[in-house]
């Protein structure tokens, strides 16, 4: 398992409409994986490997490049950033929190807190509020040269390294370089096999503020199948009932039936699921009661297409310690694999 690349990948800044550090390290990964990568207007790459006969079915992999994070909205006269928010936070997480500011002068590391009184001068009542995601600040510790060197616009990303656990695997951004992780490596693992179908792999954008580049690139590749490639909850953990936990971590690939954006094609959840029993790889099926995921965008595009979820469950989610399971991963690997391979 190629556990560097991923690092590599969770480590690249890259939040909505700011995705191309990611694409350029993909682009470099890729090369001569594919018969054809172009970058649509959007930002999203759009790489295509040709089948052996005319009028191929089209599979589409849908993998978004970019990770929840902030742009800078104001900078006050202080040099404090003021961010709003490019994905899902819940403010609760953000407390006290490492950062890293990038900037067309270069990456500034920086503190994020929220304002108000610290431990020692607030009243207890105080200490029971949870600000909300606008009231949070970033220090860079330059006071007025701030304004310098930041603008507003420029975009700011959790700073966590990547850790190896035993088993596990933690890192911010897992949502979703999982996904690009598993579009390179599905590739290379093909090889030669799969060429009765032509298939695409979408490293797309924007994704985590309403499937934005997923839509542009669908639309464009108009796909029989599309499998979209992503995270899911993991909430086998302490203080959550069974019913809700999505998926138990250790236990396979998730095959998503459902979530807000989307229901997957009845007979493709089949197809795979009888793949996964006959290659005796490990699964569970998954359904999400809100959010979404970039296979809705190639199910929804020009005339539809049957679309099914291929998930990795992750505890922690929108985090920087976001966990996932080595043998998922590979579970999810090896599915993608073999149903390629299918053609």
Known sequence: MNIDLLKRLCEMPGVPGHEHRVRALIEDEIDGMFDEVTTDPMGSLLCRRDATKKDATKVMLLCHMDEIGFLVSHIDKKGFLYLQPVGGFDPRNLFSRRVLVCTDEGDFKGVMNPGGKPIHISAPEDRKKVPQ??????????????RDVVKVGDFVVMDEPFTEMGDKLVSKALDNRIACWLGIEAIRKLGKKGKGAEIHVAF???????LRGA????????PDIGLGIDVTLACDTPGIPEKDATTQ??????????????????ALVSEVEALAKKKKIPYQRTMLAAGGQDGAAAQ??????????????????????EMIDKKDLQAALDILVAYLSEY
Do not use: N, P, W
């Open 204 to 210: 797309t954008c924007q994704e985590e503020v309403g």
């Open 300 to 321: 929804q595009a020009a005339a539809g297409a049957r679309a099914v979820g291929i998930t990795v469950g992750t505890r922690y989610i929108h985090t920087v310690t």
């Open 133 to 146: 995601v606008g009231e949070f600040f970033v220090d860079l510790g330059m006071g007025k040269k701030a």
């Open 215 to 222: 839509r542009t690139a669908s639309y464009a590749i108009q």
């Open 249 to 266: 971590q250790g236990e396979g690939f998730g095959l998503h039936v459902r979530d807000s954006s989307f229901i997957a094609d009845k």
